[in-house]
C-alpha cells in the first residue's frame, strides 16, 4: 500500500516499534524511575496518562512520517543509508533540540541524556524499519 511514495504499512510499523521502545525505555526496567525523579514525579503524581499516551502515539506517527519522508526525498534503500539517515536526524536535529532546549530550562543533565537516548534510538530503529519494510 503507498501513499505519496511512502509505505503506509511500514509508518504504520515504524510506529509501533517508537512506542514499544518508550514502553521498555521509560519502564522500571530501564529509565522509569530516574526519569520520574528527573521530573520531580512519583507514580502517585504523574496523573492519568491517557492524554500524554495519544499526544505520544500521535508524535511517534509523525516522526514516522517525518522519516518516511525524508527517506523517500533521498532515496534511501539500503539499511547502511537507513542507519546513517537515522543516526544524522536523531544526533544532529533532535540531539541539539532537546540540549537548547536542556540548557535554558535548566532540566539537567540525567533527563537530557533519557529523553534524547530514547529520541535517538527511535528514529534510527524507525529508519532502519522504514528500510526493510519498503
Not at 521509560?26 to 529509565?31: A, H, I, M, Q, V
Not at 533521498?74 to 533532535?94: C, E, H, N, P, Y
Not at 529520541?119 to 522504514?130: A, E, Q
Request: proline share 3%.
Amino acid at each position: 500500500m503507498e501513499l505519496f511514495d511512502i509505505n503506509v504499512i511500514a509508518v504504520v510499523v515504524a510506529t509501533a516499534v517508537g512506542m514499544a521502545l518508550g514502553a521498555l525505555w521509560y519502564s522500571p526496567l530501564l529509565f522509569g524511575e530516574k526519569w520520574m525523579q528527573s521530573i520531580g514525579k512519583t507514580p502517585d503524581t504523574l496523573g492519568s496518562s491517557t492524554l500524554p499516551m495519544i499526544g505520544s502515539v500521535a508524535a511517534s506517527l509523525m516522526t514516522a512520517i517525518g522519516v518516511a519522508i525524508i527517506m523517500s526525498l533521498t532515496g534511501v534503500s539500503s539499511l547502511s543509508a537507513g542507519f546513517g539517515v537515522g543516526l544524522t536526524l536523531g544526533v544532529l536535529i533532535v540531539f541539539p533540540a532537546l540540549l537548547s532546549d536542556n540548557l535554558f530550562c535548566g532540566w539537567g543533565n540525567q533527563l537530557l541524556l533519557i529523553q534524547s537516548g530514547y529520541r535517538v534510538l527511535s528514529i534510527l530503529l524507525m529508519s532502519l524499519v522504514l528500510v526493510l519494510l519498503t
